[in-house]
């Protein structure tokens, strides 16, 4: 035999005799420990070294496991965006629209300020391979509390987020309805316990529909969220979330999401789908883009549920925002 | 043990699932532990060495894509601890507070004694590898315990395929002449009786 080979048989060998010590592994075992009661104890499943997959779009589950055919990515290591294409989603109109009935008739039984997690067999059936592949998921809801003194938001805005960079949505012909805390289409859903119990409630003791109050101490990726309308009544929302250097947004759609260059070779993501579950048109589009100059880099998005809002109109509201950073700062 | 064996465990494992990441430890833990004692030659070093191993597991996870093999991709992470673990000024220090423990002990005198009839009995062969410089041991550990190829080891190893294919020639040729060397030692030896 080669020197290489008897190599790899003396490995085999030496192999088969090894395993752990119960001292080593009683050891990593009770540092694992100490790390998930730590990261427990911070409660927010999307913490800064943790794992920091998270959503941002119209779909607020986790990816991964699932056949992704492509994704378009912008951003750098600092913060990126991807928007991921996916087939898995089982979308039909009638049953989105028996899910959104679901959701707002939690959404009357909660008080202002409060937000739930959903589950039903309507739900289950828009993402099969959910189950089957024994993850967990359930839908958001939530009923924020609206400012509605345009002026009184757009300070606090400037407050909360210093670098902030706001379109000129008044040349578009929108005007300003309320602003909220949180994404436009409600907020991702990181709590996988409450998830489990209500998709067991629903699986196994074939509850019609289950959900549960959530309360959450701390948001990871704080984001606010304007919305506009113009005389047509189209609407509008414009979405700045604060995100951490070293995260990754990932948005799951079913549309196929284009890269584009705004001024001075900015990257944004434009999106255009026809199967949303939270859009009572079923479409949106979006626009998306990324100020990562800054410690904390920023995300912005542009998106409507409106069937006459175009691409075009979408990239000249960005480019009021991008402009007036450029004034401020010339991109990376 | 296979990826497919990992994956239901491992989609659960990246959405936060404490039970799924101890499951994928209890079943990684056995491979993982061997291969950091093919590249430490210490079993007390690997165990140590092991539970960085799946803590920085449990940090990279937003680094990692499914579409990459899970064991591979953990595989780097234990190579790039083990070569930490040899840099790192705390090795020692755990190495004197070991040493420390166990001085004068009668424990510590058994366990000397354990270790030296461990490398006694381990092969000849792989006792020669030890030898070998550890840039050049991580690769021949690669190639000849993992079976991987040699892409895999430069993508492992984040090193051109160029600089791989010369620490493996370099590594077998000085095998050879070590195997060589205690050939004619052992010739000698039988003459001179």
Redesign the interface.
Request: aromatic fraction near 12%; glycine fraction near 6%.
């Given at each position: 035999m080669r020197i290489e080979e008897n190599i790899t048989v003396a490995y085999r060998e030496e192999a088969a005799k090894i395993s752990v010590p119960a001292l080593a592994d009683r050891r990593t075992k009770a540092r694992i420990e100490r790390l998930l009661k730590a990261k427990q104890r911070r409660s927010a499943a999307l913490s800064r070294r943790a794992v920091k997959w998270a959503l941002a779009g119209s779909l607020a589950l986790l990816v991964m496991g699932f056949t992704v055919q492509y994704f378009v990515r912008i951003g750098d290591d600092r913060f990126s965006l991807e928007m991921s294409f996916t087939d898995q989603i089982r979308f039909d109109e009638n049953t989105a629209s028996i899910v959104r009935e679901q959701l707002q008739t939690v959404k009357n039984q909660l008080a202002v300020g409060e937000k739930a997690l959903v589950y039903s067999r309507e739900i289950e059936s828009l993402f099969p391979d959910y189950r089957s592949k024994d993850l967990y998921y359930a839908e958001y809801v939530s009923n924020p509390y609206l400012f509605t003194d345009n002026g009184q938001w757009k300070e606090r805005l400037a407050d909360l987020v210093p670098q902030l960079a706001l379109p000129d949505m008044e040349e578009g012909g929108f005007v300003f309805v309320s602003g909220k805390d949180e994404l436009a289409l409600g907020g991702i859903v990181t709590e996988m316990d409450v998830a489990k119990r209500l998709q067991a409630e629903v699986t196994e003791k074939g509850t019609a529909l289950a959900w549960e109050k959530i309360t959450r101490n701390e948001t990871s990726f704080p984001a606010y969220t304007s919305s506009y309308k113009d005389a047509g009544g189209n609407e509008l929302s414009f979405t700045v979330q604060l995100t951490a250097e070293g995260s990754k947004f990932v948005g799951l759609t079913q549309a196929q999401p284009e890269k584009l260059k705004l001024s001075n070779g900015r990257e944004a993501l434009y999106s255009y789908n026809d199967k949303v579950l939270y859009s009572d048109t079923n479409r949106y589009v979006s626009l998306s883009w990324i100020d990562a100059q800054t410690d904390t880099p920023v995300l912005y998005m542009l998106g409507s549920s409106s069937p006459s809002i175009t691409k075009e109109q979408l990239i000249d509201i960005a480019e009021s925002a991008v402009i007036q950073v450029m004034k401020e700062k010339p991109a990376a | 043990m296979q990826d497919c064996e990992l994956?239901?465990w491992?989609?659960?494992m990246?959405?936060?699932?404490?039970d799924a990441?101890?499951r994928i430890?209890d079943l990684t833990?056995?491979d993982i532990?061997?291969l950091l004692?093919?590249l430490l030659n210490d079993?007390?070093d690997?165990?140590?060495v092991?539970?960085e191993v799946?803590?920085s597991l449990?940090?990279s996870?937003?680094g990692y894509r499914?579409e990459q093999p899970f064991r591979k991709w953990l595989n780097g992470i234990a190579v790039r601890q083990a070569s930490n673990w040899k840099r790192k000024l705390w090795r020692r220090m755990r190495l004197f507070e070991r040493v420390s423990a166990a001085a004068d002990s009668p424990q510590g005198r058994q366990l000397a004694e354990e270790r030296a009839l461990a490398r006694e009995s381990?092969?000849e062969?792989?006792a020669l590898?030890d030898r070998l410089p550890y840039k050049l041991k991580e690769v021949?550990?690669l190639?000849?315990?993992r079976?991987y190829s040699l892409e895999e080891i430069a993508e492992t190893l984040n090193i051109p395929i160029g600089t791989v294919k010369s620490r493996h020639h370099s590594a077998?040729g000085k095998?050879?002449q070590w195997?060589g060397q205690d050939m004619f030692l052992e010739e000698a030896a039988v003459h001179a009786d």
């Open positions: - | 994956q239901p491992l989609e659960r990246i959405q936060g699932d404490g990441f101890r430890y833990k056995d532990y061997r004692v093919f079993k007390e690997a165990g140590d092991m539970s799946y803590l449990h940090r996870l937003s499914t381990s092969l062969l792989l590898v021949v550990v190639r000849h315990y079976e077998i095998l050879r195997i």
